[in-house]
């Protein structure tokens, strides 16, 4: 008889700690195409629904697939619905593919309104790759190309599609924070990926941490936290009010700290949560930055 998981349960299991991941993007493509008089509330309102549904379906999904595996069982950090067993595999399983269906409804609205057709495709490519990251007989999430898709998919993607949808451009300087936004969202992931090294190798999960070791991982973390405030210097040196995205720097440094002073397990949860503030307030700035610019 298996328990049934709690609406609280639930959201922790949506793995809240990653929705700036979904918001960052959507902020900046909209302050990049509100700068150049393509911006619309409604297109912005409803790209921002669809990335959120589709960051909670990969979260969904991811939870499923590797509670199935087993690499859940033993896990540090938040709430893993099937592999605590708090849930039915298939009532995770539709739960993923509910917010995957919701995020591809709200992605045609956008298409149809904008007549943007080339983004359906880009739409379908973006739910087959959210589900592959751990689904199917070989995930890439599992062979090392996580924090690559995440860089893709979280950054380039989402911060060009919302400006190109509205604006009907791209522009040099919003590729420059398409970059800054990717490096955000593939540091989240080599934070819970770093935390994760002892119980992924022993199950065979060959993320990217794994492959390089802890010690390189933590360099990796910061290499790419340093890219958007180097992206920063760039932007600014065009559009000047872009430097209001070093606001996210003392939010930044925390979670630094605790990756080089070689913190461990639930220590490294705080991480995740840092990088993930630090990424929204650099959304933040530079969307005020890139608007007003």
């Not at 630094?256 to 490294?268: P, Q």
Request: proline residues 5%; glycine residues 12%; charged residues 10%.
């Amino acid at each position: 008889m298996w328990p049934m998981a709690s609406l609280a349960q639930w959201i922790e299991g949506a793995r809240p700690r990653t929705l700036p991941n979904a918001i960052a993007p959507v902020l900046v493509g909209s302050g990049a195409a509100y700068g150049v008089g393509g911006f619309s509330w409604l297109h912005t309102g409803l790209i921002l629904l669809m990335s959120l549904a589709l960051i909670v379906g990969v979260n969904y999904a991811n939870d499923y697939s590797d509670g199935v595996r087993g690499t859940d069982e033993d896990r540090v950090g938040p709430l893993r619905l099937v592999g605590s067993g708090l849930a039915r595999p298939k009532t995770v399983l539709v739960a993923a593919w509910a917010s995957f269906g919701l995020a591809a409804v709200l992605g045609l609205t956008v298409v149809v309104l904008t007549k943007q057709w080339p983004m359906l495709a880009i739409g379908a490519v973006c739910i087959v790759a959210a589900w592959f990251y751990t689904g199917g007989k070989r995930p890439y999430g599992y062979a090392g190309f996580g924090e690559l898709a995440v860089f893709v998919f979280f950054g380039l993607v989402a911060v060009l599609g919302t400006l190109y949808v509205q604006a009907d451009m791209i522009s040099g300087v919003s590729i420059g924070a398409a970059v800054a936004v990717g490096a955000f969202s593939s540091a989240v992931l080599i934070a819970n990926n770093l935390r994760d090294i002892p119980t992924d190798a022993e199950t065979g999960k060959l993320t990217l941490a794994v492959r390089l070791g802890d010690r390189d991982t933590r360099s990796l973390y910061t290499a790419v936290v340093a890219v958007p405030f180097l992206m920063t210097v760039l932007l600014g040196l065009r559009q000047p009010l872009t430097l209001l995205g070093f606001l996210a720097l003392p939010v930044a440094i925390p979670a630094l700290r605790r990756v080089l002073r070689g913190k461990t397990g639930m220590e490294l949860i705080p991480v995740l949560r840092d990088t993930g503030m630090a990424m929204l307030v650099w959304a933040i700035g530079t969307t005020i930055g890139l608007a007003l610019g």
